[in-house]
């Protein structure tokens, strides 16, 4: 092969070779420092590695109290019999809403059956003395009668209708009147509500002391009734919240039967003492019960909020993460443009739940960086 040939098929190699080479890509322009900023260019691949969130306002609350709803006892009544007998008919079941008075259960009772009878006497006998005493007083208008016998008829008259008073205030006492059926005693609830139990069956036997006894297990009411429209909560609260809480305080409930449901109530009363082995203090709370989906015996997280007044001024809420320390100090980045970061000292509370209160530093709807943040720091400070 001539020289001159072999010089240009070499030529056309390395042109081959060097069309079948890819051009390097240009790198990225490096992130630049402007005094507590870091900036970086748009499409920057350092940005793939920062997480940004918003700043939430913080808001004043002893959070997640874990508290147990009851009855309240303002509106709930457990109903016993105040006569003795046998139980012949229920009127009234579990769930059943119930107006004040309505009946509930029948009891034959002789106790009863005899009230009643000294009741319907007493009515009888006033009647017949008023009108002996009557009759007395038109003879003395006649001159046919002595003072007194109409002195004596009045008397019996008196006494009478004492007698009266008496048996129909022993009757009142049964709820009962005197145009009852003999013997049959209607157990009655003495206010509106929804009965949520019972402990009664037909042919029992029940006793008017049974609400003196001790044995709870033996001896229950025959009857709760009570007003679900609102129930109480009772909340163990730690010591070092105590100076926080004061009765009208707001209470946000939430249940795990109902999630997202939030249940508005507020604190009516503080224990008067602590726990001494929890180093707790019982607060009781009112809370809304609307359709009567909360009941009682439920165990509820609940949110007490300190405050509204001041929520204003109680600085942002953002995750832990997001703060890092050098020499004691608190720090965070705030994306304040596009690509732009600036670090801030911040002053900061007690984390709870994966998140701290920032009271200084940032402000409601700021951008924080919550993951990336020791990225920027080592571009803004390399050394540190």
């Known amino acids: 092969m001539k020289p001159h040939h072999l010089f240009l098929g070499l030529a056309v190699l390395a042109a081959l070779a060097g069309c079948g080479k890819p051009a390097s890509a240009p790198e990225p322009p490096a992130a630049r420092v402007e005094g507590a900023q870091v900036i970086f260019a748009a499409q920057a691949p350092q940005l793939t590695s920062l997480t940004i969130q918003a700043a939430e306002p913080r808001r004043l609350a002893i959070s997640h109290l874990t508290g147990r709803l009851y009855l309240p006892d303002d509106a709930t009544v457990r109903i016993f019999t105040p006569v003795a007998g046998q139980v012949t008919a229920i009127r009234a079941e579990v769930g059943q809403a119930v107006a004040a008075g309505a009946p509930l259960a029948e009891i034959n009772s002789p106790d009863y059956g005899q009230a009643l009878a000294e009741a319907r006497a007493a009515e009888a006998n006033r009647a017949v003395a008023d009108k002996a005493y009557a009759r007395e ?77 001790n044995a709870t297990n033996l001896f229950a009411p025959l009857f709760v009734v009570s007003d679900p429209a609102k129930l109480w909560l009772q909340v163990d609260a730690a010591e070092t919240d105590l100076a926080e809480l004061q009765p009208g305080q707001k209470i946000h409930v939430a249940s795990r039967a109902f999630p997202g449901r939030v249940f508005d109530g507020e604190i009516a009363n503080i224990g008067p003492s602590l726990d001494p082995v929890t180093r707790t203090v019982r607060v009781r709370g009112v809370v809304d019960n609307p359709g009567g989906l909360l009941k009682a015996e439920m165990y509820v997280t609940a949110d007490v909020v300190r405050d509204e007044t001041k929520v204003a001024g109680a600085g942002v809420e953002i995750p832990s993460k997001a ?19 600036e670090r801030r000292a911040v002053e900061i509370g007690t984390e709870q739940d994966g998140k701290v209160p920032v009271l200084t530093g940032v402000a409601a709807g700021d951008r924080v960086v919550t993951e990336g943040a020791l990225l920027l720091q080592a571009v803004l400070e390399p050394a540190s």
């Open 323 to 341: 703060i890092f320390t050098i020499a004691d100090k608190s720090y965070l980045f705030v994306e304040v443009a596009p690509g732009r970061f």
């Open 137 to 213: 007083q038109d003879l003395l208008a006649h001159g046919a009668a002595a003072a007194k016998d109409v002195e004596a008829a009045q008397a019996a008259a008196a006494a009478a209708a004492a007698e009266r008073d008496r048996a129909a205030a022993r009757l009142q006492l049964y709820h009962g009147s005197e145009t009852g059926r003999d013997q049959v005693y209607v157990l009655r609830s003495p206010l509106a509500g929804t009965v949520v139990e019972k402990n009664i069956n037909p042919g029992q036997e029940v006793r008017a002391d049974q609400m003196l006894a």
